[in-house]
Every structure is written in C-alpha cells, then in structure tokens.
C-alpha cells in the first residue's frame, strides 16, 4: 500500500497561516474517520496533534485544526509560532487493523 | 505519566535476529491496542505492527509478514517484536505507540526510540 502523499514543504511567516494536504483513496482517508497528524521536531519522537480528523488532544493549543473533504485531510496551522517549526506526518486507517502514514511536511516558519 | 520505554536495538547482520521490547507504565496496559512505528534514517514514519488488547488479533505491514511477530504480555506491562530475517532496509528507529482503547488509529503517546541498524 503506497503512503499517503503530502507536500515535502510548507512554509509562513510567523503569524499566517498554513494549511498542510494529506491525500489518499477512499480505502483509507476517505473510507474511515480516523486521520490522525504528528508533529516531530528533529531527533524527537513524534506527538499527536490530531486525531480522528478533527480532535485536539488536552494540551495541542487550538491554533492547530483538521477537517477532511472526500480523499484529502488538512492540517491548518494559524498564528504561526517559531516552535511550530517541525515535519508533519498525517495517518489514517486502511481497514483490516492497519495504518498507513503520509510521507511527512516539513513546516519552515519564515 | 504516561511512560514507555523501548530496549533492544542494535546492530545485527543482514539475515540476523533481533527482539525489541517496551516497558509500559503510567496506565492500564491491558486496556489499548499498541503497535511499532519505525523510521528509517531521514525517512517517513511506516506503520509496521500493531496488537489487539488481549493479543487476539495482530496486523502487519506487507513488507515484515512473515518475518516479524508481535507480542505482549500485560501481566509485565510488556510490548515486543520479534524480527528475524533482518535485511538493510529495516534499518530504522523503532518506537512503541500506545494505540486506541477503541479503534487501532491513534497514537497518543510514543517511546524514545530504538535504533537498530541492520549491516554487515
């Protein structure tokens, strides 16, 4: 099963806004309701910021968001924060217990 | 608090066979699915393993079926995976996630990490 795809790079000043793709087929984004997005700074382990499409585990600020629209999830980051810096994976179920992830954004904040 | 922590990693030759565990804490260990995630050396996050509660149902990614075996064992708040027949490409960190309750599709909380290297 191929990876979801996402844009390598995504990049904003400090402020704006961002919104990061994750596109896949209707055997896994658009199938299911559970799109999940990590964000890894480099040499760290990864950390949920969205689940099930659109929730906020306690502790994400509300400046991250998800929605989803047929085979394509996004990630909008607002008020860009340097810290926001970092890749970010997306996820989703594909049936059967398994998961697969997307190929990872790296967000540069300008 | 939440803690997991896996050990095992290593360098092994191509052909060889490595066990990585997890020691969970910080909850019930019984009560979530869980699964390996690795990442090779600058690459994506890849899926590779994932364990119902009660160690009923496991799940694979194509390229370790048959070569990889999850296991737990919850009376030791324990996650393993079993790899034999390592080969180059399985190179990577290996994290283990703390799954859903409910559904295998969420990753709540990770490991530090184990690196294996797999070269001759």
């Known amino acids: 099963q191929s990876a979801l795809t996402q844009p390598p790079s995504a990049s904003g000043s400090p402020g704006q806004s961002v919104t990061i793709s994750c596109t896949g087929t209707?055997?896994?984004?658009?199938?299911?309701?559970?799109v999940s997005w990590y964000q890894q700074h480099p040499g760290k382990a990864p950390k949920l910021m969205i689940y099930?499409?659109?929730k906020r585990p306690s502790g994400v600020p509300d400046r991250f968001s998800g929605s989803k629209s047929g085979n394509t999830a996004s990630l909008t980051v607002s008020g860009l924060q340097a810290e926001d810096e970092a890749d970010y994976y997306c996820?989703?179920?594909?049936?059967?217990?398994?998961?697969?992830f997307g190929g990872g954004t790296k967000l540069t904040v300008l | 608090e939440v803690q997991l922590v896996e050990s095992g990693g290593g360098l092994v030759q191509p052909g060889g066979s490595l066990r990585l565990s997890c020691a969970a804490s910080?909850?019930?260990?019984?009560?979530?699915?869980m699964s390996w995630v690795r990442q090779a050396p600058g690459k994506g996050l890849e899926w590779v393993a994932n364990?119902?509660?009660?160690?009923?149902?496991?799940s694979y990614v194509d390229s370790v079926k048959g070569r990889f075996t999850i296991s737990r064992d919850n009376a030791k708040n324990s996650l393993y995976l079993q790899m034999n027949t390592l080969r180059a490409e399985d190179t990577a960190v290996y994290y283990c996630?703390?799954?859903?309750?409910?559904?295998?599709?969420?990753?709540?909380?990770w490991g530090q990490g184990t690196l294996v290297t797999v070269s001759s």
């Open positions: 996630a703390r799954d859903s309750s409910t559904w295998p599709a969420t990753f709540d909380f």
């Open positions: 910080g909850f019930t260990f019984s009560t979530y699915w």
């Open positions: 364990i119902k509660q009660d160690g009923s149902e496991k």
């Open positions: 209707s055997s896994d984004v658009g199938g299911y309701n559970y």
């Open positions: 099930e499409v659109s």
């Open positions: 996820s989703s179920y594909a049936g059967s217990n398994s998961l697969i």
